[in-house]
């Protein structure tokens, strides 16, 4: 099966490996920001709330300007200077005694995410074709997860909050693993150039750019998509699914520990079964099956809120099975939403594309905090929970629409037949009789994204 998964480049191969390694880094720091500036550095916890939001506005603020030198000077001319400015902040964090020391390495680990993320998705789009692209972003999402639970495990035996030593270590580890990535593209000079060469003849002309990728319909539509899924979905899960399971199901911290490991549980053991299962069957659809998917997880964790802890076993059960639930339906964005983003993307705009795309975690991750911490916080958890189902709806609706507005190759449904899998019950379920105007003709491949970044 992993086999079948791997991409045929093996430039593509020695990103996916690379993407691990950065992962694990990422993995021994991303549970502890705030606990280290809060308990280490005696930093106010609203103040620490206030430079970790910073971070998220940074990658805001530059991640238009990346998308589009991506597409004015190559991925690699971009990416290679920002790892490192990237693997500084990161690494200056633990030397951060003061707020105003935390607030510099934070804008410069935004400064470079901001623009990372997207330039990683453009190069990794260029080195695929289109039969294998979904496969290879469903398996970037199994390594990216993969490698953040190994560093979370391996971050837990090291820091000790009596020790600031400990974080000091971690956080240096995590700056030296941005060198993985960046050896790797530097070792492969044919990587991450420039798509579409400069056209001498067109100087006077104005040259593509955002107008014209906001001028496209099909994409505007999978932004609005996106958006609405990640403020409903993954914003809520990092915030208002921790205080929904404490404060209203009544759980301990560690049944929330065990949730987030079921989450990576799942991912990692089923994204490549997931990759084969989806392959010939509309992005579409499935991307509004990822709408419902979620929804249906946060229905999981009103249960536990109904118990409201006169039953600890069934609170714990439900907690956890929302987080798993959850899981099933990253599985599916994963390899879908980038691959499709990617589809309807130009080589000249890719970039712009992209980094468009990478922006809707950082808008996801400003939004869902402020709304579930004051609602969840305020007693009113249940017009939170009604909110986040009704989006995660809401996105599968989106989904549905863009089926129409999009061709059936960038639905992924014009695969060659050869590569088809035999029909299932879901395949039944997702794929009802073809309508007039021919959209359903038999098919085989499809794949996208979503960072968190």
């Given at each position: ?24 880094g ?12 809060t ?51 990161v690494?200056s ?29 453009t ?58 990535p ?47 899924l ?5 914003a809520?899960?990092?915030?208002g ?16 520990a ?7 549980l ?8 997931v ?5 010939g ?23 536990a ?62 939004v ?25 709806l ?12 999009i ?47």
């Amino acid at each position: 099966m992993l086999h079948n998964v791997l991409p045929h480049r093996p430039e593509a191969r020695r990103l996916l490996a690379a993407t691990f390694f950065s992962a694990t880094g990422r993995g021994l720091t991303l549970p502890f920001m705030f606990i280290y500036l809060t308990k280490v550095r005696d930093i106010p916890s609203g103040t620490a709330g206030l430079i970790i939001a910073w971070l998220a506005v940074c990658a805001l603020t530059i991640g238009p300007i990346g998308g589009w030198a991506v597409d004015r000077y190559g991925a690699r001319r971009v990416l290679l200077p920002l790892l490192l400015v990237e693997a500084a902040g990161v690494g200056s964090v633990g030397f951060a005694h003061t707020a105003w020391q935390a607030l510099l390495s934070v804008t410069l680990i935004g400064a470079g995410s901001g623009v990372v993320w997207a330039a990683n998705n453009t190069i990794l789009s260029s080195v695929t074709d289109g039969l294998e692209r979904q496969k290879t972003f469903g398996l970037s999402f199994a390594l990216l997860n993969l490698g953040i639970g190994t560093g979370t495990v391996i971050a837990g035996a090291i820091v000790d909050l009596d020790r600031p030593g400990t974080f000091q270590l971690i956080y240096l580890i995590d700056a030296c693993l941005y060198l993985v990535p960046f050896i790797n593209l530097l070792t492969m000079p044919g990587v991450g150039r420039r798509i579409v060469a400069a056209d001498a003849t067109a100087t006077q002309q104005r040259q593509p750019g955002y107008r014209e990728v906001f001028a496209h319909r099909g994409f505007r539509r999978l932004l609005a998509f996106s958006i609405v899924l990640t403020i409903s979905g993954y914003a809520q899960i990092e915030v208002g699914f921790t205080a929904f399971s404490i404060d209203v199901a009544h759980v301990g911290p560690q049944t929330v520990a065990y949730a987030f490991t079921a989450n990576t549980l799942v991912i990692v053991l089923a994204q490549l079964f997931v990759v084969r299962l989806i392959q010939g069957r509309s992005r579409t659809r499935l991307l509004s099956l990822v709408g419902v998917i979620m929804a249906a997880s946060w229905l999981v964790l009103g249960v536990a809120g109904a118990v409201d802890g006169r039953n600890l076993a069934i609170s714990a059960v439900a907690v956890i099975a929302c987080a798993a639930v959850f899981a099933s339906g990253e599985t599916l964005l994963s390899p879908i939403s980038p691959t499709l983003l990617n589809a309807l993307a130009t080589d000249e705009l890719r970039g712009r594309f992209n980094a468009l795309g990478s922006m809707v975690w950082g808008i996801s991750g400003i939004v869902g905090p402020i709304t579930a911490a004051p609602l969840i916080g305020g007693g009113h958890s249940t017009i939170w929970l009604a909110l986040t189902v009704a989006g995660c709806l809401t996105a599968a609706l989106l989904s549905a629409s863009l089926r129409k507005v999009i061709t059936p190759d960038q639905d992924g449904r014009a695969a060659p037949a050869a590569t088809s899998l035999a029909p299932t019950a879901l395949e039944a379920h997702l794929a009802p009789p073809s309508p007039a105007d021919g959209r359903d003709l038999p098919t085989t491949s499809r794949r996208a994204v979503p960072d968190r970044s």
